[in-house]
């Protein structure tokens, strides 16, 4: 169990037992600047946080195809309102039916990850979930300037979006749209305009547009998303940062 720890590590809780493409987690995340909280197959996660003397930075969680047990664990420990800010990412197979997508956002799992994800995939989710948002930058953000319609509660509307990664976006708008609101956003990638990209975002920060007057900035990460969405926008970021 840790105790005092370096302001600049993040804090990372799981259970032992979570693998990506048959590589145990703490080997992936092996010679990050992360502190690594494992509990064991049996422990208790609310008891280890309720331990700890800083609550987790992500808390990861295996949900298998949406495994009850362990949704009625994480709304016990998301009980105490200290723990309602501690962000979950949910590791599940994308190729499972039944997955009750606003049932997972009511127990608090903000984003989803494949189990059969690759290793450095797995960093650059985990490195965005945390926050690392400099490190995310440089590895797979990129500028750019499209059109995309945002729909939410009966909003409409079409705004732009000013950076772009495989993971989420960086888009103006002119109304405040708060933290944790969920968009449907669609958009077409200026080199593959024949393909309509259909997703659902989560806000994360919300921000006035310098020197624009009544604009706002918002970035919101991408989830669920189907493999082939994140590959098409995954290539186009890797083309927009080659030019």
Do not use: W
Not at 163 to 183: E, H, Q, Y
Not at 184 to 190: A, C, G, T, V, W
């Amino acid at each position: 169990m840790a105790g005092s720890r370096k302001s600049d590590e993040v804090r990372i809780l799981f259970r032992e037992g979570i693998e990506f493409t048959g590589i145990p987690l703490p080997e992936i995340l092996q010679g990050r600047s992360y502190e690594l909280i494992t509990c064991d197959r049996q422990g208790s996660l609310g008891k280890i946080i309720s331990n700890l003397d800083h609550r987790p930075d992500l808390l990861i969680a295996s949900l298998g195809s949406t495994d009850p047990s362990m949704l009625e664990e994480i709304r016990e420990l998301r009980a105490p309102a200290r723990n309602r800010q501690i962000p979950i990412l949910g590791v599940t197979i994308f190729a499972n039916s039944g997955m009750d997508i606003p049932m997972l956002r009511a127990h608090g799992i903000v984003g989803l990850i494949d189990e059969n994800s690759e290793p450095q995939a797995v960093l650059r989710r985990i490195d965005f979930m945390v926050g690392s948002l400099e490190r995310c930058r440089r590895q797979e953000r990129t500028p750019c300037f499209f059109p995309v319609e945002i729909l939410t509660d009966g909003y409409f509307e079409n705004e732009y979006a000013l950076n772009l990664s495989a993971g989420g976006i960086r888009m103006t708008v002119d109304k405040p749209v708060d933290p944790n609101t969920d968009l449907k956003l669609r958009f077409r990638l200026p080199m593959i305009s024949d393909n309509l990209i259909a997703v659902t975002g989560r806000v994360v920060h919300r921000l006035p547009k310098q020197n624009s007057a009544g604009l706002f900035e918002i970035g919101a990460f991408f989830y669920p998303m189907s493999p082939l969405s994140h590959d098409l926008i995954a290539n186009e970021v890797e083309r927009l940062l080659a030019d």
